[in-house]
């Protein structure tokens, strides 16, 4: 799948599930005519929009790629017999469970990002926990992600660099 492909619309049933074997996908949303990344998703990440996916209701995100994509998807029939399968394969289930359950935890993170630390803290954390991020996606994506403006993100970079 070429970069920059839409694989769900905000506002549309998200219908599949998908594995990200190659590549990097962003999650987005449309805030007043602005874009607003607030998750990114890289090779091994399970990506939908999970409440629209589970619950039949509209995504309230977009999914796109940022990179060409070798992906793997899955329908909701294909996830719930899966579902029901890995129940009766406790190791099955708890891997799943925990797959569930990180993104979670990344989203509680990054929330909390925002509330305790500054732009910088918040980059410099970016760059510890997931340098690949910082390393293959584009820098307009990355400030959207974090809450700042390109420019402001450019001198957070000068002001690391030199110190």
């Known amino acids: ?69 070798v992906l793997w998807c899955a329908d909701k029939e294909d996830v719930e017999r899966i579902i029901n399968e890995i129940t009766e394969v406790p190791a099955l289930r708890s891997l799943f469970i925990d797959v569930v359950f990180e993104r979670t935890f990344d989203y509680m993170k990054h929330c909390l990002s925002y509330i305790k630390d500054s732009p910088q803290q918040r980059y410099q954390n970016l760059l510890n926990e997931k340098p690949q991020i910082v390393q293959r996606v584009p820098q307009h994506y990355i400030a959207s992600y974090l809450g700042i403006t390109k420019v402001h993100l450019s001198r957070i970079k000068n002001k690391l660099a030199k110190g």
């Open 1 to 69: 799948m070429a970069a920059r492909t839409v694989i769900l619309k905000e506002g549309e049933i998200a219908k599949r599930i998908f594995w990200v074997e190659q590549g990097a996908i962003r999650a987005w949303f449309n805030n007043d005519g602005e874009d607003i990344t607030f998750q990114f998703f890289l090779e091994g990440s399970m990506v939908a929009s999970i409440e629209s996916f589970r619950k039949n209701i509209a995504s309230i995100i977009s999914l796109e790629t940022i990179e060409p994509c």
